[in-house]
């Protein structure tokens, strides 16, 4: 299974992107699994963004709740983030994680991770 991470990019604060992460390989329908978002900033350790389960339940990092929404195309088996009025501190490379399990908040609850995709955030 492999999972690619798309649309990163440089905007200017208050901008938005849209994220992607596509599944590849042996099949792995993504609305089977519980889904997530990851971001690692220069010099941190990678942080939980936002996560979606298999039931549809969202869930949101604190510091992204009412900007960044995550969801599912079931037909083209990808997830996506919405990232609206990004700021300086958004400044990250965000990772995709599937088939994730517990409390769906720690790097190590997910089996599978995409590559990686940059978002820089600056005026």
């Known amino acids: 299974v492999q999972l690619q991470a798309s649309g990163g990019g440089l905007v200017h604060p208050g901008g938005s992107l849209r994220l992607s992460c596509a599944a590849s390989g042996r099949t792995f329908t993504l609305s089977f699994y519980n889904m997530g978002w990851f971001r690692q900033a220069p010099g941190k350790e990678r942080e939980f963004v936002a996560a979606v389960t298999w039931k549809n339940d969202y869930i949101y990092a604190d510091s992204v709740k009412g900007r960044f929404t995550v969801s599912r195309d079931n037909a083209k088996n990808t997830m996506y983030l919405q990232m609206n009025n990004l700021k300086p501190e958004d400044t990250a490379v965000y990772y995709c994680?599937?088939?994730?399990?517990?409390?769906?908040?720690?790097?190590?609850?997910?089996?599978?991770w995409g590559q990686g995709t940059l978002v820089t955030v600056s005026s």
């Open positions: 994680a599937g088939q994730g399990s517990g409390s769906l908040l720690t790097v190590p609850e997910y089996r599978y």
